[in-house]
Structures are given as C-alpha cells and as structure tokens.
C-alpha cells in the first residue's frame, strides 16, 4: 500500500478538531481500495487550548507539537518533514477548521496517481456555498494573478485550505517563511520544473475561529516570495538589480562624457561618487548573485545524488 499522509495544521482550534479528524478517518477506506493507507498527522501550533488533547481522542495518528505559535507556514512545513521522514508517496494539506470536504481529497490527488502533477490545488471558487468577504476576493484575486504572471499556470485560486503535493516534491521542497505557504509553494515548484494543476473543491463558511488573512497579510507575503526566489533562483533577484545600478553607473558617465566633449565640463567625470558607488555596488551584487546560484545548485545537485 502506497502511504498518503493528511497534515492538518491547528492551532486553538478545539472546537471543530474532533470532527475534521473524525470527517477525514470517513474516507479511510475509500483511500484504501485505490491502494492508499492514510495516516492523519495534526501539527498543533502552540494552541493553548485542548486541542491536541481532542485530535487523539479523535483518533489522529500522529500529533507534532510547536512549544509556541509560529505560523501557518511553519506548521506546514513541520508536516512536510515529517512525510518526508515516513516516506508519504502524496501529501495532502487539510484545513482544521472543515470549511472544505474531505470527498475532496480523493479527485484532488488523481492527477498525482495518473502521473499528471506534482502539484494539485484546490479551486474554491467554482463550489463555493457562501459569498467570501469583499477584502479576501479582492485579496485572492490579486494574487492569484501574481501567481500566474511569475509561474506561467493557470492558477486560478493560489491560497486554498486544500492541496496535495506528490513525493517528488516534497523531496526538493522549500518553505522558508512561517507566515504564508502556498504561494511559496506555487514559486519553489515552478522553479524546481514541476507540474501544476487545479480541482474544483467545495468551500463552506467558517462557522468557528477566525482567518488569519489581514489588511496586513500582503505586507507579510511579499517578502516571502522574494525569500522563494532568492533560494531558489537567486539571479532572479541578484541580476536585475545589478543591471540597474551598473546602468545607473554607465549612463552617468556617458553623459559626463558628453558634455565634457563638448566644453561644458572642466573634468570627464563629474558625478565619481555616483559613478564608482553604482558600478562596484553592481558589480558586488551580480558576483554576489554568481556566488549564490552556485550555491543552489551544488546543493540541488548533493541532493539528487543522494536521494539516489
């Protein structure tokens, strides 16, 4: 039996735990007669409440404890070690507050068994059963399209509850920040040349707790993808900007030069300060940006031979 392993990462979430793990041990058997054993991992992060106490009762296999709150990305990527560790063939991320069906789970990772994905996220928006506030549409929006200008896929929901992420991927992850995960995600598998796509999924009202997104939750996000790129493909980053202030340097000095030429200027060059300040920080950004890449890859590379 292939071994699919179900993170759900919660934190004070005691009042609904009992029947997401409850909901989710329903489809068991479903999963078992395509070939799948699933194991239920909760990732509690630093609730302060009962609810690592309910998830066993519930009968979770397996609760992995934050000593305190780190953040959603954090306790994803703590599920992420630990399937890698029990050799999980498909991982899938579940919500602990059931706003989305565990039926889900079985349509979302065929694509993985058909060979088809590495990466398969649920779509939200074509089985939603509630209006979403006007700040998350605006927000989901925005960088759903963000998500499809920097992969190139057609992402059409990049920050669902639900997702399932094949072994291969979870083998070359890269998680960094603890506050968003998944258009982390998105950016580290389009990179490491992964497959993308997308399944409808239904998405009910909360009806305990509350979300995590924020006037404040792209303030958070867009330094995390940044952090992405620079780990992955840091010439990304490191090579425009480079560009940008060697540009800087060399225009400056053309026209220097120019207007030298022409007698308007005693010295070839005037603005030296500029000119040199821009050039080495140029420079010292596209060696830094060499050196980096470098670096990736050489550990990209130690990790293949590995892993065979």
């Not at 309910?54 to 296999?61: H, L, P, R």
């Not at 991320?93 to 069906?101: G, T, V, Y």
């Not at 920040?177 to 909360?206: C, E, W």
């Amino acid at each position: 039996m292939k071994k699919l392993i179900i993170i759900v990462p919660a934190y004070c979430e005691e009042e609904r735990i009992s029947e997401t793990v409850t909901a989710i041990k329903k489809i068991k058997k479903d999963l078992y007669g395509i070939g799948f054993d699933m194991f239920i991992y909760v990732i509690d992060d630093g609730s302060t409440d009962k609810t690592s106490e309910k998830a066993e009762n519930a009968g979770a296999d397996r609760i992995i404890h934050h000593r305190v709150n780190q953040g959603l990305g954090s306790a994803v990527r703590t599920g992420f070690q630990a399937a890698i560790r029990d050799n999980a063939y498909i991982l899938v991320k579940f919500d602990a507050d059931l706003q989305h069906d565990p039926e889900d789970i079985i349509p979302l990772i065929q694509p993985i068994i058909n060979n088809e994905a590495e990466i398969v996220y649920g779509n939200r928006l074509e089985k939603i059963t509630y209006r979403m506030p006007f700040v998350r549409r605006v927000g989901n929006l925005t960088f759903s399209r963000l998500m499809r200008w920097m992969t190139k896929w057609p992402v059409v929901d990049s920050q669902p509850g639900i997702f399932a992420v094949s072994a291969s991927y979870l083998k070359v992850s890269y998680i960094p920040g603890d506050y968003n995960y998944s258009q982390q995600i998105l950016i580290d598998a389009f990179h490491k040349g992964m497959r993308f796509t997308q399944t409808p999924v239904t998405f009910n009202k909360r009806i305990t707790g509350k979300s995590f997104i924020s006037i404040w939750y792209p303030f958070k996000v867009l330094p995390q993808i940044l952090q992405v790129i620079v780990g992955v493909k840091p010439l990304k980053i490191f090579g425009p900007l480079s560009l940008l202030f060697l540009g800087v340097a060399i225009s400056v000095s053309v026209f220097n030069l120019v207007e030298w030429f022409y007698g308007i200027t005693s010295k070839p060059i005037q603005n030296s300060n500029l000119v040199l300040g821009s050039g080495l920080f140029g420079l010292q950004t596209l060696f830094f940006g060499l050196l980096a890449d470098l670096i990736v890859k050489q550990n990209g590379n130690r990790k293949n031979i590995q892993d065979e």
